[in-house]
């Protein structure tokens, strides 16, 4: 199998993956989908599980590529970048067909039984809340928000809201939760968090 040819599999999978999950994921569909035999497949992935962890791998490319172009967008104001990162994510979604987040999706399904996958999506969620904490130190040091905020807690906290919001998305197939949870978020958790601040150093 050729790098060109494995990066169809991964492709081809993360579709599948999105649409039916783990569980519902078929190896045999793939090879077929793709047009290559069992043993190519084999060549490259050890296992259905370790085929699934690289196309998590590939998912998290397009998330880090959205990251970049959203956080990185010094135009913006820092948590206008947050937003900006969470709005390109539901143009995405709805790219789709509102089949949400691959990452929420696998974690639910997942988690409980398998070790391996609860790390692993623990770690891609981690790891985007790393990069929005990144941009929420910078509102901080602009005074966006107050310097004593959690810059680690609004990270975690618009992620895990996220996630909630995506899985009501996909099951309504319609954006309005996600932008709910957005408006919420920046319109009402955020100036709460400046009016607490206040009051607690008053």
Known sequence: MSDTTKARTLDVGLGMLLRHGYNGLGVQAVL????????????????????????????????????????NDKTLPPL????????????????????????????????????VFQKKIEECLGAIADRVTVCMKEAKSKGDIPKSADARHLANLIV??????ALRSRLRQDPAP?????????N???PKIKKTVRKKAS
């Open 160 to 165: 895990d809201c996220w996630e909630g919001a």
């Open 188 to 190: 009402a958790v955020v």
């Open 80 to 115: 206008e970048r947050v937003r900006k990162f969470f709005e390109l994510s539901r143009d995405k979604y709805r790219e789709d067909g509102y089949l949400g987040c691959m990452l929420g999706g696998l974690g639910q399904e997942l988690s409980g039984v398998s070790p």
């Open 32 to 71: 077929e989908e793709v047009g290559i035999p069992k043993g190519s497949f084999y060549h490259h992935f050890d296992s259905k599980e370790d085929f699934v962890i690289q196309v998590v791998d590939r998912y998290m490319i397009d998330v880090h590529r959205g990251l970049d172009v959203s956080l």
């Open 178 to 186: 996600l932008n709910s949870m957005l408006d919420f978020y920046f």
